[in-house]
């Protein structure tokens, strides 16, 4: 069973910046495509960044320049450093996996395993 659960989340400033880690069970990180999600109050959870087994990464244009996906195998263990931090990053952050390739990396539907979710607040 794959357990995936975040932490790193909290209140920051405009312009300042969060490192989100998701700890993984298992051989996650190597066996399947990697990803984080954030949903806002009244909003449908979208992708922000995801990471393929062999390290290709892709971003939503909304996070492209600001934030960072990376993952180290030897830990099971997903990041998502958030510099540059604008008031609409403000979402409740999802770590999830269960791609096996990079196609629609960002499409909710392809990811089997979820984390519980870390909340995120920036304030202006």
């Known amino acids: 069973q794959v357990q995936l659960v975040e932490s790193g989340g909290g209140s920051v400033q405009a312009g300042g910046s969060l490192r989100l880690t998701c700890a993984a069970s298992?051989?996650?990180?190597?066996?399947?495509?990697m990803s984080w999600f954030r949903q806002a109050p009244g909003k449908e959870r979208g992708g922000v960044a995801a990471?393929?087994?062999?390290?290709?990464?892709s971003y939503a244009d909304s996070v492209e320049g600001r934030f960072a996906i990376s993952k180290d195998g030897a830990k099971n263990t997903l990041y998502l450093q958030m510099d540059s931090l604008k008031p609409e990053d403000t979402a409740v952050y999802y770590c999830a996996a269960g791609a096996r390739t990079m196609y629609s990396a960002l499409d909710r539907r392809r990811y089997i395993y979820w984390g519980q979710g870390t909340q995120v607040t920036v304030s202006s």
């Open positions: 990471i393929g087994t062999d390290g290709i990464t």
């Open positions: 298992g051989y996650v990180t190597s066996d399947y495509c």
